[in-house]
């Protein structure tokens, strides 16, 4: 008889039931990494090139440093996506001789009338109370006391009426901190105030990509974080964008990711590994038109599978926090929906670039544009209720021109997630307890010792796995339909025997899910009445 819920006498219960396992697919656990440099100050208590996991932007700038690259980068991510995505640092240190950027806000003036000294330094907003009668030392002053006081600002400062910024991080990275004056509607200067910003300059490049890739491990154990899970996203914070982004970097990062349409399949495409990574630079140049230097940067690389430039003109947030921000959106929504379509995510604390709105020179206004970057090859976003908001977000090899757009499954950051998250469950399935140590014949029903029959495999077995996981894919929405799926792997051929007897190869299709972008209406209408009847009343 059974145990019984409700049963009360002591008893000692065992049981066997056969139940038929069915491989299915579980969403890919995502790991952003993200890799820069720390401040000086820190040198002796971080070890290079160690993928170490940050919970958040205060952890981060303990470790590195607060306002150091990696901190503002762990802020960007962390803002944008939550508590639902796993980080990892790869810190590395300053090399030696490397220069500083530095800019300054010359101030001069008594003020007239009282009013507010608004300041923007990476799209952090400093708002200097001024009271009529303070001199342009007495602004300057409380503006160096502002950003002193702010452990999340990427600069230190000093001086009187003339305000020196230095950023905390050498390189070519500080170049790209975007400082300004009056950048949202209603600022302006204080009567009798004026002021002249000098840009950072100066920097030189720091960073060598390839030493911290080295990190995620090499051959089959490539792309191996410690906790044994994959590096799903990364963004580097070595420079800012447009012309100057590092070409090594780029190349360093493409070769370590590899090609899929090649034979056999390298880096993180190799069937061995079978981890790709996406990642994103950002850039902030703004202009009536596409950047010339975003498209000939995107068509250089367009073999590229996994990398891409995201574009919010006119800006004043960091180039690599842009990144880091549009990464944290994307990361956030695969790790619930690895096939959710990006378009109209929010970028949380990506300034919006008022200015350059204003001026016409923020592109990504404009639908042409907009579709022109795109094809191109580059990640265009929009403003909408004041807030930046991703559209596609594109891969460099969107703009291969060889490959049709609609045979393009390298085309967008969703697809990259889809095709990661395929990979894995089948990495997933077939490395599970049913595929150890089997046994390969020609049929399984033919094998009759009971013990024997639980590790015999046949191509029936490798497709009755295959037709439970495209029904899995399609219980997610990864592909657009099954029945064709099922019906290529269960073809003739489309599983066989490999020449030893020793395991199996399979080759089928499936068609991935759209992703939906555009909705065309066309409203027909007349503007025409017909009088039915005419008459008095």
């Known amino acids: 008889m059974p145990i019984l819920t409700s049963s009360l006498a002591v008893a000692v219960g065992a049981g066997v039931q056969n139940v038929v396992l069915q491989p299915s697919a579980n969403v890919l656990t995502r790991n952003i990494v993200l890799i820069g440099n720390y401040l000086s100050t820190k040198n002796g208590t971080v070890t290079d090139n160690i993928p170490v996991q940050v919970a958040d932007d205060a952890a981060a700038g303990n470790l590195y440093g607060f306002g150091s690259v990696l901190h503002r980068m762990v802020l960007a991510c962390k803002v944008a996506m939550g ?35 608004a300041v923007y330094v990476a799209g952090i907003r400093y708002a200097i109370s001024v009271n009529s009668g303070d001199t342009a030392a007495v602004v300057g002053g409380n503006l160096v006391t502002a950003i002193t006081a702010d452990p999340n600002c990427p600069c230190s400062a000093i001086g009187t009426a003339t305000v020196s910024l230095t950023a905390k991080n050498k390189g070519l990275w500080g170049n790209y901190i975007a400082v300004a004056l009056n950048q949202l509607p209603g600022d302006g200067l204080p009567a009798g105030i004026t002021c002249v910003v000098t840009a950072l300059t100066g920097g030189t490049l720091v960073g060598t990509l390839q030493n911290a890739l080295n990190a995620l491990g090499v051959g089959s154990n490539q792309n191996i974080l410690p906790n044994g899970q994959q590096a799903t996203d990364i963004v580097v914070g070595f420079a800012g964008a447009n012309a100057t982004i590092d070409q090594t970097s780029e190349t360093a990062i493409a070769t370590w990711n590899g090609l899929a349409n090649v034979n056999p399949p390298n880096g993180n495409f190799d069937h061995l590994v079978a981890k790709p990574v996406r990642w994103l630079f950002g850039d902030t140049t703004s202009g009536a038109s596409v950047p010339s230097a975003d498209t000939t940067f995107a068509t250089t690389n367009f073999y590229d599978r996994g990398g891409g430039i995201i574009a919010a003109p006119g800006s004043n947030t960091h180039p690599v926090e842009l990144a880091c921000a549009a990464i944290g959106v994307l990361a956030k929504m695969h790790a619930y929906d690895a096939a959710y379509g990006p378009a109209y995510a929010i970028l949380p604390g990506v300034d919006p670039g008022y200015v350059a709105a204003q001026a016409g020179n923020r592109w990504t206004d404009q639908y042409l544009q907009r579709d022109n970057a795109v094809k191109g090859g580059i990640t265009p976003t929009r403003v909408i209720g004041g807030n930046t908001v991703l559209q596609n977000v594109v891969t460099f090899y969107s703009c291969n021109m060889s490959v049709p757009s609609t045979s393009n499954g390298y085309r967008s950051m969703r697809n990259i997630s889809v095709e990661q998250n395929l990979l894995s469950s089948a990495m997933i399935n077939f490395s599970g307890p049913k595929w150890q140590g089997f046994k390969v014949v020609s049929d399984t029903n033919l094998v009759t010792d009971p013990i024997a029959k639980q590790t015999a495999r046949d191509t029936g077995s490798v497709i009755e796995d295959w037709i439970g996981l495209i029904k899995s894919w399609m219980g997610y929405g990864w592909i657009y339909e099954i029945d064709k799926a099922i019906a290529s792997v269960s073809a003739s051929g489309a599983v066989t025997v490999r020449a030893g007897a020793d395991g199996f190869v399979s080759t089928f299709n499936v068609i991935l899910s759209g992703e939906g972008n555009i909705l065309d209406g066309t409203i027909n209408f007349d503007v025409s009445i017909a009088i039915l009847s005419v008459g008095t009343h």
Do not use: L
């Not at 030696?96 to 009338?113: C, E, L, N, P, R």
């Open 83 to 117: 508590q639902t995505v796993t980080m990892w640092c790869i810190p590395q240190q300053e090399p030696a001789g490397v220069a500083a950027t530095s800019s300054t806000f010359a101030i001069s003036g008594t003020a007239t009338a009282a009013g507010t000294f």
